[in-house]
Protein backbone atom coordinates (compact mmCIF):
# COMPACT_ATOMS: atom_id res chain seq x y z
CA UNK A 1 0.00 0.00 0.00
CA UNK A 2 1.32 3.70 -0.62
CA UNK A 3 -0.41 6.50 0.61
CA UNK A 4 0.21 9.76 -1.12
CA UNK A 5 -0.37 13.71 0.36
CA UNK A 6 -0.52 16.50 -1.74
CA UNK A 7 0.83 20.22 -1.15
CA UNK A 8 1.71 23.44 -2.25
CA UNK A 9 -1.38 24.57 -4.51
CA UNK A 10 -3.44 27.62 -3.97
CA UNK A 11 -4.35 30.77 -5.72
CA UNK A 12 -1.70 32.49 -8.75
CA UNK A 13 -1.89 35.61 -11.32
CA UNK A 14 -1.10 33.95 -14.68
CA UNK A 15 2.44 34.08 -15.60
CA UNK A 16 3.38 33.00 -11.71
CA UNK A 17 4.83 29.48 -10.42
CA UNK A 18 4.01 27.36 -8.07
CA UNK A 19 5.26 24.04 -7.10
CA UNK A 20 3.47 20.88 -5.66
CA UNK A 21 4.46 18.23 -3.70
CA UNK A 22 3.70 14.56 -2.83
CA UNK A 23 4.67 12.94 0.05
CA UNK A 24 4.45 9.15 0.06
CA UNK A 25 4.90 6.57 2.93
CA UNK A 26 4.04 2.73 2.83
CA UNK A 27 6.32 1.76 -0.11
CA UNK A 28 9.29 4.02 -1.76
CA UNK A 29 8.51 5.57 -5.03
CA UNK A 30 11.78 4.53 -6.84
CA UNK A 31 9.51 1.22 -7.32
CA UNK A 32 6.74 3.05 -9.41
CA UNK A 33 5.61 4.88 -11.83
CA UNK A 34 4.38 8.85 -10.23
CA UNK A 35 2.15 10.57 -12.23
CA UNK A 36 0.55 13.66 -12.17
CA UNK A 37 -2.77 13.94 -13.47
CA UNK A 38 -5.64 17.20 -12.86
CA UNK A 39 -8.79 17.36 -13.44
CA UNK A 40 -11.28 20.80 -14.20
CA UNK A 41 -14.80 21.27 -13.31
CA UNK A 42 -17.25 19.42 -16.23
CA UNK A 43 -14.05 17.90 -17.30
CA UNK A 44 -12.65 14.75 -17.32
CA UNK A 45 -8.84 13.99 -15.23
CA UNK A 46 -6.40 14.23 -18.07
CA UNK A 47 -2.82 12.99 -17.67
CA UNK A 48 -0.06 15.84 -17.26
CA UNK A 49 3.17 14.07 -16.14
CA UNK A 50 5.00 11.12 -15.36
CA UNK A 51 8.47 9.84 -14.32
CA UNK A 52 8.93 6.59 -14.89
CA UNK A 53 10.84 4.97 -11.05
CA UNK A 54 13.32 3.10 -12.97
CA UNK A 55 15.31 4.64 -15.63
CA UNK A 56 14.05 8.47 -14.42
CA UNK A 57 12.30 8.75 -18.03
CA UNK A 58 9.92 11.53 -17.96
CA UNK A 59 6.69 12.36 -20.27
CA UNK A 60 4.29 15.71 -20.08
CA UNK A 61 1.37 16.58 -21.78
CA UNK A 62 1.36 18.89 -24.76
CA UNK A 63 0.10 21.47 -23.14
CA UNK A 64 2.36 21.84 -20.16
CA UNK A 65 5.50 20.87 -22.32
CA UNK A 66 8.28 22.90 -21.64
CA UNK A 67 6.18 25.06 -18.64
CA UNK A 68 6.24 22.21 -15.84
CA UNK A 69 8.87 19.63 -14.43
CA UNK A 70 8.15 16.36 -12.81
CA UNK A 71 11.19 15.78 -10.40
CA UNK A 72 11.39 13.35 -7.15
CA UNK A 73 13.64 12.98 -4.08
CA UNK A 74 14.22 9.22 -3.33
CA UNK A 75 15.65 10.68 0.43
CA UNK A 76 12.08 12.28 1.11
CA UNK A 77 10.26 9.62 -0.73
CA UNK A 78 8.44 12.71 -2.17
CA UNK A 79 7.79 13.79 -6.02
CA UNK A 80 7.34 16.98 -6.74
CA UNK A 81 5.61 19.73 -9.94
CA UNK A 82 7.32 22.73 -10.87
CA UNK A 83 4.87 24.98 -12.68
CA UNK A 84 5.96 27.90 -14.28
CA UNK A 85 4.30 30.43 -16.70
CA UNK A 86 1.13 29.32 -15.61
CA UNK A 87 -2.27 30.23 -17.13
CA UNK A 88 -6.25 30.21 -16.19
CA UNK A 89 -6.25 27.27 -18.56
CA UNK A 90 -4.07 25.04 -15.96
CA UNK A 91 -6.96 25.82 -12.93
CA UNK A 92 -7.70 22.24 -12.19
CA UNK A 93 -7.28 20.28 -8.77
CA UNK A 94 -4.40 18.56 -9.23
CA UNK A 95 -3.55 14.83 -8.43
CA UNK A 96 -0.53 12.46 -7.53
CA UNK A 97 -0.51 8.79 -8.83
CA UNK A 98 1.33 5.58 -8.42
CA UNK A 99 1.63 3.01 -10.65
CA UNK A 100 3.41 -0.41 -10.45
CA UNK A 101 3.05 -1.41 -13.91
CA UNK A 102 3.84 0.25 -17.54
CA UNK A 103 1.32 2.75 -18.91
CA UNK A 104 1.87 5.98 -17.45
CA UNK A 105 -0.46 8.10 -19.73
CA UNK A 106 -4.37 6.76 -18.64
CA UNK A 107 -5.56 7.31 -14.91
CA UNK A 108 -7.06 3.88 -14.99
CA UNK A 109 -2.99 2.53 -15.00
CA UNK A 110 -3.01 3.93 -11.80
CA UNK A 111 -3.42 1.94 -8.45
CA UNK A 112 -2.56 4.56 -5.96
CA UNK A 113 -3.94 8.88 -5.34
CA UNK A 114 -3.97 11.08 -3.64
CA UNK A 115 -6.33 13.64 -2.27
CA UNK A 116 -5.37 16.31 -4.72
CA UNK A 117 -4.68 20.20 -4.20
CA UNK A 118 -6.78 22.94 -5.93
CA UNK A 119 -4.17 25.01 -8.48
CA UNK A 120 -5.89 28.24 -9.22
CA UNK A 121 -4.52 30.97 -11.60
CA UNK A 122 -5.70 34.13 -12.48
CA UNK A 123 -5.80 36.13 -15.48
Known amino acids: QVQLVESGGGLVQAGGSLRLSCAAS????????MGWFRQAPGKEREFVTA????????YYADSVKGRFTISRDNAKNTVYLQMNSLKPEDTAVYYC????????????????WGQGTQVTVSS
Open 26 to 33: GRTLSRYI
Open 51 to 58: LRGSGGST
Open 97 to 112: AANSGILYYTATAYEY
